[in-house]
């Protein structure tokens, strides 16, 4: 079923990302998902599990975001190095 939830996953992923949250990874949301929707377990019926899953709002997946800045944090410095492009330098 990993593969199913996968594909779920991915589609509400890029409905999310093409729209509104260019930023966030697939890993901060399937995390979110799993942190959020199913912290206790997964669904047993690929119905519930694709509900829970087109259920998810903007705002769920931003307040789970900010709620961890560690993660905030890795997209801020994403999003620099790719402003900064060519002329990024590791420092040393």
């Known amino acids: 079923m ?5 594909f779920l996953l991915h589609i509400k992923y890029n409905s ?4 509104q949250l260019h930023y966030l990874s697939f890993q901060q949301f399937k995390k979110m998902v799993y942190n959020s929707k199913w912290m ?6 690929i119905s519930k599990i694709a509900s829970d899953i087109n259920s998810i709002t903007v705002d769920e997946v931003i307040d789970y975001v900010v709620g961890n800045g560690d993660k905030l ?3 801020i410095d994403k999003m620099s190095k790719e402003f900064e492009g060519e002329n990024y330098e590791e420092k040393c």
Do not use: G
């Open 40 to 45: 206790l377990a997964v669904p047993d019926h």
């Open 16 to 19: 999310l990302t093409r729209n």
């Open 2 to 6: 990993d593969k199913e939830i996968n």
């Open 73 to 75: 944090q890795d997209s």
